[in-house]
């Protein structure tokens, strides 16, 4: 088992930052890919970031977030950080931190609201 702990949700207003962060605990030996997903009301999840661990991580991006978004891993641990630029509306939703290690695991989430 995986245990995600996530942190860093708030509130901000639009064209602001924000940075979250995920740690993971428990059987952590095997995790592949370390990621976040988001879900906004009525919507379904979808893609932020994920990192894929290896001798040089790979990162990959959800569409909506290219070029404002920026996923991290602290080196040599399971710690994950989704820093957020340029906020928008559109971004407000509860942001889930996720990984696969022989099997898929999730964080219970922290809200991100951004608005004026």
């Known amino acids: 088992q995986v245990q995600l702990v996530e942190s860093g949700g708030g509130s901000v207003q639009p064209g602001g930052s924000l940075r979250l962060s995920c740690s993971a605990s428990g059987n952590i030996f095997n995790i592949d890919v370390m990621g976040w997903y988001r879900q906004a009301p009525g919507k379904q999840r979808e893609l932020v970031a994920t990192?894929?661990?290896?001798?040089?991580?790979?990162?990959n991006y959800g569409d909506s977030v290219k070029g404002r978004f920026t996923i991290s891993r602290e080196a040599g641990k399971d710690v994950v950080h989704l820093q957020m630029n340029s906020l928008r509306p559109d971004d407000t939703a509860v942001y889930y931190c996720?990984?696969?290690?022989?099997?898929?695991?999730w964080g219970k989430g922290t809200l991100v609201t951004v608005s004026s």
């Open positions: 996720n990984a696969i290690s022989r099997g898929l695991y």
């Open positions: 990192v894929i661990k290896g001798g040089i991580d790979t990162t």
